[in-house]
């Protein structure tokens, strides 16, 4: 099976890590497409339009600040075997060390765009909407399979190139009011 890996970018410095962290096997492609000029809907334009010219059997997203960890990409396939036409949802982690996902829940703040694998089947996609922080959440909620059809994976491919901005104002306000 094939892959498309589909990349939205602001022309960051930082894409250049997201590309060489990409393991392409034979017939895998990677769609890079420049929000420029910025549109203000980060990412989910890019998306959708690669996503339109994709002709991998399967869609995985990355932004242009994250990476993929080594071995991603037998990890990819090795899902694909396992439980084939169905999406996988990996688990990725931040620098703080937050791992998402937590719970095999379909919820806000459980979902990110790394740890998409889904089967190219237009049909079943649901597009990129507004709404940048949880524009992953609604393509991943709204898509035409089954909460009970995601395979929910243990393994880590992707690290973020942020830290958690959620998880560090709780800290912020814990070590404010640390009663």
């Not at 334009?45 to 932004?63: C, H, P, V």
Request: with cysteine; proline share 6%.
């Amino acid at each position: 099976m094939t892959i498309s890996f589909i990349i939205p970018t602001k022309g960051r410095d930082t894409l250049g890590r997201a590309l060489t962290s990409i393991e392409c096997w034979k017939g895998d492609e990677i769609l890079v497409e420049v929000d420029n000029p910025p549109s203000g809907r980060w990412g989910n334009d890019q998306r959708n339009n690669a996503i339109d010219r994709a002709k991998g059997d399967y869609l995985a997203f990355m932004d242009d600040d994250d990476w993929y960890v080594k071995g991603h990409r037998e990890i990819m396939e090795q899902a694909i075997k396992e439980n084939p036409g169905l999406p996988n949802l990996f688990r990725i982690q931040y620098p703080n060390g937050r791992i998402i996902w937590n719970k095999k829940e379909i919820i806000p703040g459980n979902i990110s765009t790394q740890m998409i694998l889904v089967p190219n089947k237009p049909k079943m996609l649901y597009h990129w909407k507004d709404g940048r922080n949880m524009a992953d959440f609604i393509f991943v909620d709204h898509w035409g399979w089954t909460d009970d059809e995601v395979i929910w994976r243990e393994e880590i491919i992707a690290e973020m190139g942020h830290d958690d901005e959620t998880n560090i104002k709780k800290r912020e306000v814990s070590a404010s009011n640390p009663y």
